[in-house]
């Protein structure tokens, strides 16, 4: 298996445990796509949220209401009172179309990763916990893995941890269904259609101010994610997430392992 | 090539010519069935039309929602306007008498309606939130007569498709389709909170849209236009919004 070259013509001489990718193409493209996406929802989100930078709980909410708590930023209205004495310039109308073209495309996107991934065991295979991982042993020697910044073994460049496995479950059926649902509740065709839905979430305000919060969780876990991926190999993982696979030697490795297996 | 590379070749290139010919059927029925909005073009067109055609087919005949007297917002929030021009001045000396909301277009009966015979008209009565794309907004009671009244009365062509609506505030003018114009709720507003509209929320005559954001409830109406095409209005794009960068449709 040494001759193994990665770009290899001869399809058949790699055997099947080579074969399989580290990441699976719809992962690969739905992942890079939803990063886009991600991008430009955050861009747009912020210049939306400035022309407003007061939350509010409830129906309504406006500068004679009082707020539930306010951004310390400058606003780009200047019927916003902020304490500065100058107003941003208003960006909404891009900001607008551009939040609601890559939602559809993430959406979009996101529907295709779910389908596919429910199709080929995704879930169950990478991202379900294991029954003994779940366990408080399990859980506290990870966490006190992360907590000593010990490397990752080369298992693991192969597979998540659980609480890798937890995160990502979190934020594919929690956060961004959260997130999508309270923005469509921001919508006033939307709430006519399915009052309920607003409701729930106690009123066209709180979905706003709930769509706030989830989208600084969104944001962290991308800082968490970035820095993960730096402190455990940025190239690597990099390589894995564009190509497939990791560098060359890592397989190889993984390869030898197998084979004391 | 290798067997499993043909096999990918031929799958994916089936696979892109489905797509193609499923998007190109798409867009011919989104077009027979008016699924397209007027700023359906360009950058953020494919987007825009992905909304206004999916709310349009989810939300026809749904009902803005309606609140409980307390929960009228105290006091309610009056954007700011532009200065106001002489022409209004004028009219608000005398006390708006000389008022007019004139409808004209595709009717076969245009007319031009004084503001007391408006207020004659039978009238409903809503209490309705008003979001602003900012993000703000207020719950009031709004009171006006159903745009579908005054439709009737000028009598609608069929193949009406649109209605276009003006201010008195040069270049400020706005469009909705059928299923606004004719929905139960689009109010030629006259009252707010049992009062008269003050010209700080829009009076003496406001296009209430309760289904869309609050730039679509045009202040100060005089004039409406039904047309079954947006082309000859301004530069095409449906309203004034789009020509200042925001969507035609504000139903998100």
């Known amino acids: ?52 930078p007061r939350f509010y ?13 306010k951004l310390p930023i400058p606003a780009s209205r200047a019927t916003v009172p902020t304490g500065y004495g100058y107003v941003l310039p208003d960006q909404n109308g891009w900001s607008r179309y551009l939040h609601f073209q890559s939602g559809w495309v993430s959406v979009l996107t996101g529907l295709v990763y779910v389908v596919f991934g429910l199709y080929q065991g995704h879930f169950r295979r990478s991202l379900l916990p294991g029954r003994a991982d779940l366990s408080w042993r399990g859980l506290s020697t990870v966490i006190a893995q992360h907590l000593r910044l010990r490397p990752a073994s080369y298992e693991e460049a192969w597979s998540y941890n659980v609480l890798q496995r937890l995160t990502y479950l979190l934020v594919i059926f929690v956060l961004f269904p959260l997130v999508i649902w309270t923005g469509l509740a921001m919508s006033p065709a939307i709430a006519s259609a399915f009052p309920a839905a ?25 800082l968490v994610h970035v820095g993960m991926v730096c402190l455990t190999g940025f190239r690597n993982r990099m390589r894995a997430m564009i190509t497939g696979r990791p560098a060359p030697h890592m397989e190889q490795d993984m390869e030898q392992d197998m084979e004391q297996v | 090539m290798s067997r499993l590379s043909r096999r990918k070749l031929i799958t994916t290139g089936l696979a892109a010519a489905g797509g193609a010919s499923g998007l190109a059927a798409a867009a011919t029925l989104a ?45 309610p929030f009056a954007n700011e306007v532009a200065p106001l021009g002489d022409a209004f001045k004028r009219l608000q000396e005398g006390a708006f008498t000389d008022w007019r909301l004139t409808v004209d277009g595709m009717a076969t009966r245009p007319a031009s309606f004084k503001l007391a015979e408006v207020k004659s008209f039978p ?23 159903p745009l579908s009244h005054i439709l009737n009365l000028v009598g609608t062509l069929p193949q009406a498709r ?24 689009t109010l030629v507003a006259h009252s707010i909170n049992g009062g008269e509209l003050p010209v700080a929320f829009g009076g003496p005559l406001r296009l209430r849209v309760p289904r869309q954001l609050g730039y679509k409830s045009v202040k100060y109406i005089t004039r409406l236009t039904i ?22 449709y504000a139903g998100i």
């Open chain 1, 198 to 222: 607003v409701a729930v979430l106690g009123g066209q305000q709180s979905a706003r101010t709930i769509h706030f919060f989830v989208s600084v969780l969104l944001v962290l876990f991308l």
């Open chain 2, 162 to 185: 649109y209605v276009v609506y003006r201010s008195i505030q040069p270049d400020w003018w706005e469009s909705i389709d059928m299923a606004d114009a004719l929905h139960p709720q």
């Open chain 1, 1 to 52: 298996m040494a001759d193994f070259v990665w770009g290899s013509t001869s399809a058949s001489a790699v055997p099947a445990t080579a074969v399989r990718p580290r990441h699976g193409a719809v992962v690969r493209a739905t992942h890079w796509i939803t990063t886009l996406c991600f991008l430009a929802l955050l861009l747009s989100g912020v210049e939306i949220l400035i022309s407003h």
């Open chain 1, 57 to 69: 709980w409830g129906e309504a909410g406006n500068v004679l209401t009082p707020p539930l708590f």
């Open chain 2, 123 to 145: 009238w409903r009565s809503q209490i309705t939130h008003l979001a602003c794309e900012e993000g703000w907004s207020y719950i009031a009671e709004w009171r006006g007569v």
């Open chain 2, 31 to 75: 077009q027979r069935y008016g699924l397209i909005p007027p700023d359906g073009g360009g950058l953020y067109g494919p987007g825009e039309t992905l909304t206004y055609a999916a709310q349009r087919l989810l939300t026809r005949h749904s009902l803005a929602r309606e609140f409980n007297p307390n929960q009228v917002s105290k006091p």
């Open chain 2, 227 to 248: 047309t079954d095409s947006l082309k000859q209005f301004g530069k095409g794009l449906g309203s004034a919004s789009p020509e200042g960068g925001y969507a035609w």
